[in-house]
């Protein structure tokens, strides 16, 4: 998940060629955010996003089409957390993660990289998808933010 200054640069210029190729007139590129199939080689996490975002009982906007613009990903690679977190630290952060998530490493670095007041919030069970909307998961962390805020938000 994680690219090299090298990756980021590949993928600017491919987006650059893109978006002059659509400014010429070629079709937008668009990106499919998940998988249009599940078979046994999905990983869960992506299974788990596709339950979320592909479904309109959960977290699916009626106006989402699963697409995004391949260009649109041109900010992205500007946007560097670890390398500036003092920026927001030594402000209270407060990194809510489930145990079992895919993205759990992000939080850990995040944390190691912060300054204090920092706390690192680990959800046993649950992955990074079960803590958007899961009940016995809410349970859990919405009582930590509502302590967290009325610690650090006065």
């Known amino acids: ?15 650059g060629r893109q978006r002059t190729a659509e400014y010429g007139g070629a079709a937008r590129k668009d990106i499919r955010a ?3 199939k599940v078979d046994e080689n999905t990983p869960k ?3 788990d996003f596709l339950d979320y975002y592909d479904n309109p009982e959960r977290g699916q906007h009626p106006n989402s089409t699963g697409y995004y613009s391949y260009t649109s990903l041109a900010p992205m690679m500007n946007f560097f957390p670890f390398t500036q977190i003092e920026t927001i630290s030594p402000r ?3 990194f809510i993660v489930g145990e079992n ?8 670095d995040a944390y190691e ?14 992955t990074h998808v079960d803590l958007y909307d899961q009940p016995e998961y809410l349970k859990i ?3 930590k933010l509502d ?7 006065k």
């Open 1 to 15: 998940m994680t690219q090299t200054y090298q990756q980021r640069m590949s993928i600017l210029d491919e987006i």
């Open 101 to 108: 998530a895919v993205s759990k490493y992000f939080s850990e």
């Open 113 to 126: 990289k912060a300054a204090e007041p920092k706390e690192l919030f680990v959800v046993p069970g649950a």
């Open 141 to 143: 962390t919405l009582p």
């Open 34 to 36: 998940l998988p249009e």
């Open 92 to 94: 209270p952060l407060l």
């Open 45 to 47: 996490f992506a299974i």
């Open 147 to 153: 302590t967290f805020f009325k610690q650090y938000l």
